[in-house]
């Protein structure tokens, strides 16, 4: 009988011992299922929280760059200039970083020959448009003359900019004066038929990009010319004094060089303001 008691008591602790185990099987796949979800969650919040820093980050570096260029104005870069781009500089330092870009200013040169204006449309040349009130701040074409002139079929042209073209020694001037820095084209002419109309104001620059300075040309009649100057603005007053300037011929200084010369009618900006 005790042989009989002895082995029902060993399968009775043998099963108890499965179900035991199989209990604690099943409390370590729990353990470890909560674990890994545990762990999911945490790595949920974590990229939650990464995702969010990434964004605020974002949103304050938008706010940096909404404050720095404030608006209704664009970002203007002004490239240092100096004696080794083998220009003459006049130091003036440089304009604002920002420049507005909507409405339009009046610019007006007071000459020797009458009052020349012109409408500078500043959404489309905000940065030149910026330079030239700048520079009228500055007086830096005050007491200046325009110290070339172009002639010919297609291409009628009066050029001036040059701080340097001052007095009776202008005509001895080589024309590559400046300010202290060069910018950026802008607004160069989509019309491959006639890109520079008559009353145009155009930039001139060296034919390299970023090279635009103070120096421009007005053109008395339709010019054609590669679409590579900034058109700045558009005569409305006094486009009638640039034709007979340029009708008058000139003396042929520049025609082994740039071509044209000195203009034998000369014009002399007495005052330039920007408004």
Same mark, same amino acid.
């Given at each position: ?7 029902? /008591? ?5 099963? !108890?011992? +499965?179900?035991?185990?199989e #209990? ?5 796949? #729990?353990?470890? #299922? ?27 570096? +938008? &706010? ?11 970002? *203007? ?41 012109? @409408?500078?449309? !500043?959404? +489309? ?8 009130k700048?520079?009228?701040?500055? &007086?830096? !074409?005050?007491? @200046?003359? *325009? ?20 007095? &009776?020694?202008? /005509? ?19 019309? =491959? ?25 007005? *053109?008395?009649?339709?010019?054609? !010319? ?9 005569? =409305? ?5 640039? &034709? ?29 303001t920007?408004?």
């Amino acid at each position: 009988m005790s042989s009989i008691k002895d082995r029902q /008591r060993a399968a009775a602790r043998a099963r !108890l011992e +499965k179900e035991m185990a199989e #209990r604690a099987a099943s409390a370590r796949k #729990r353990r470890q #299922r909560q674990a890994i979800i545990g762990s999911a969650i945490a790595v949920v919040v974590i990229a939650g929280a990464a995702v969010w820093i990434v964004s605020a980050l974002k949103k304050d570096d +938008k &706010k940096t760059t909404a404050s720095s260029t404030p608006a209704g104005t664009v970002s *203007c870069t002004w490239t240092p200039a100096d004696d080794s781009s083998g220009g003459k500089i006049k130091d003036v330092g440089t304009p604002a970083a920002n420049a507005p870009n909507t409405g339009t200013s009046t610019l007006t040169f007071d000459t020797n020959l009458g009052k020349i204006s012109a @409408t500078i449309d !500043l959404s +489309k040349a905000p940065c030149t448009g910026a330079s030239f009130k700048y520079l009228a701040e500055k &007086k830096f !074409l005050d007491n @200046t003359k *325009c110290h070339r002139l172009v002639n010919e079929d297609s291409f009628k042209v009066l050029q001036c900019g040059d701080p340097f073209a001052t007095g &009776k020694g202008y /005509r001895d001037t080589d024309g590559t004066g400046g300010p202290s820095y060069t910018m950026a084209e802008e607004n160069l002419p989509t019309d =491959t038929n006639n890109p520079y109309p008559a009353g145009s104001i155009a930039m001139a620059n060296t034919g390299a990009a970023g090279s635009t300075g103070s120096q421009f040309f007005i *053109c008395s009649e339709d010019t054609q !010319l590669s679409a590579n100057y900034t058109l700045l603005g558009t005569i =409305t007053t006094g486009l009638d004094i640039v &034709k007979e300037v340029v009708k008058a011929g000139d003396d042929g200084a520049f025609d082994s060089s740039a071509g044209g010369g000195h203009p034998k009618k000369e014009l002399d900006i007495k005052t330039m303001t920007v408004s």
